[in-house]
C-alpha cells in the first residue's frame, strides 16, 4: 500500500477516528459527534486508504487497533489536545488583555494627554505592556505593527478604522507679565503691533460670529518648530504665540499663560483612534480603544478649564462665548 502525502492528512477525519477508539464502536461515535453510522465508517475507511495501513481490525461484535493503530491513536490525540489548548488560550486572550499594545501618536498628544491614560489603563489591566511611539510622522500601522494610532487632523481616505474623539483648536496665549508691559490686543489686526511666536510661516486664519473671516498679517519675531520650545518663548514673555490646546490648557490653568482675542477662533481639527480593522480585535485593542473613548467623553481634558469655561479665562466668555 502506497503512504499517503502530507497534504492529504484531514484534522476531521483524525478527530473521528480518535472518537471511534474512545467510545470503542462506529455506532458510539457516531452517536457521540451527531453524524450517521455510514458516514463515520466511511470516513475511516478514507483515512487507512489515505494512510495507506490498517489501523483498527473489525469483527461483527467490537474493535481493536492494530499496533500501528495504537501509536496512530497516541499521536492524534496528543495533536488534537494541542489545538484544543491553543483554541482555549486565544478564548482566553480574548476574554482577558494581555500581551504588548503597540501606540503611535503626535508628540504633543502623546506627552501632554495620552501617556497619562496609558499610565491609568496599564493600572487596570497589569498584563498589558506598552510600546509607544512619538512621533509628528505618519507611520503605517500594518507594516510598523502598530495596533493603535492616534492623530489629529483631517483624515484622509484610508482602509483605517477611525474612532473620533474630539475636536481642538488653538489657542493665542501670552504670558500675564508680557500683557501688563505691552497690551493685550483687541482685533487681530493688533498683532501687527506685537511681538509674535509662530510655529511656522503660515498666516494665522481667525473666525469671529459677526466680523466673519480674517487673516493676520504680521513679521513673527520668533520662528520654531517646536511647541515646548514656543510654550517656553511664551511663558518667559517673549510675545504673543498660537498653541495647541492640549499643549496650552495646563499652564493657563497654573497662571503661566493667559488666552487672548477669545471672540476669535480657529478652525478646529478631529482627534482620532486609528486601527486596522474591526474583525477579531484582540481583547487588549478593544479595550483600550474603549478606555480613551470613555475617558475624553463628553468632556475632553484639552477642552474645559477648572472654571468649566472654555478657553476664555475670568469672565470673558460673558461678553464673548467662545463656544
Avoid at 6 to 27: K, Q
Avoid at 81 to 110: C, H, K, W, Y
Avoid at 168 to 176: D, E, G, Q, W
Wanted: proline share 6%; with cysteine; hydrophobic share 40%.
Amino acid at each position: 500500500m502506497k503512504i499517503g502525502r502530507r497534504d492529504d492528512f484531514d484534522l476531521n477525519e483524525m478527530a473521528i477516528f480518535v472518537r471511534v477508539v474512545e467510545s470503542g464502536s462506529f455506532t458510539g461515535a457516531a452517536k457521540a459527534l451527531g453524524l450517521p453510522k455510514s458516514t463515520v465508517s466511511r470516513k475511516m475507511t478514507m483515512l487507512e486508504e489515505r494512510l495507506g495501513v490498517r489501523l483498527i481490525q473489525r469483527t461483527t461484535r467490537s474493535l481493536r487497533l492494530t499496533d500501528t493503530g495504537t501509536a496512530y491513536f497516541n499521536q492524534c490525540s496528543q495533536i488534537l489536545s494541542d489545538i484544543e489548548a491553543a483554541n482555549d488560550a486565544v478564548t482566553d486572550m480574548q476574554a482577558v488583555p494581555t500581551g504588548t499594545l503597540r501606540i503611535t501618536a503626535p508628540v504633543i498628544f502623546g506627552s501632554t494627554v495620552l501617556s497619562e491614560l496609558v499610565a491609568k489603563y496599564m493600572e487596570q489591566h497589569p498584563q498589558i505592556k506598552v510600546d509607544m511611539v512619538l512621533t509628528d510622522s505618519t507611520i503605517d500601522l500594518i507594516q510598523e505593527g502598530i495596533d493603535v494610532a492616534f492623530r489629529i487632523g483631517f483624515l484622509e481616505d484610508s482602509s483605517l478604522i477611525g474612532r473620533h474623539l474630539g475636536n481642538i483648536s488653538p489657542i493665542l496665549c501670552a504670558s500675564p507679565d508680557y500683557l501688563d508691559s505691552k497690551g493685550e490686543p483687541n482685533h487681530p489686526e493688533d498683532l501687527s503691533e506685537h511681538d509674535v511666536l509662530t510655529y511656522g510661516p503660515k498666516p494665522w486664519v481667525l473666525n469671529h460670529k459677526s466680523e466673519g473671516e480674517f487673516t493676520t498679517n504680521f513679521t513673527p519675531k520668533v520662528t520654531v518648530n517646536d511647541f515646548q520650545s514656543l510654550s517656553n518663548f511664551a511663558i518667559s514673555g517673549a510675545g504673543i504665540t498660537l498653541l495647541p490646546a492640549i499643549q496650552a490648557m495646563n499652564f493657563i490653568r497654573e497662571g503661566k499663560l493667559k488666552p487672548v482675542l477669545c471672540c476669535w477662533q480657529f478652525e478646529p481639527r478631529p482627534i482620532h483612534a486609528l486601527y486596522a480593522s474591526n474583525r477579531h480585535l484582540s481583547a487588549k485593542m478593544r479595550s483600550f480603544i474603549d478606555f480613551v473613548i470613555e475617558e475624553v467623553r463628553p468632556t475632553p481634558p484639552w477642552e474645559i478649564s477648572d472654571d468649566g469655561h472654555l478657553y476664555c479665562p475670568d469672565n470673558a466668555e460673558a461678553e464673548c462665548p467662545a463656544s
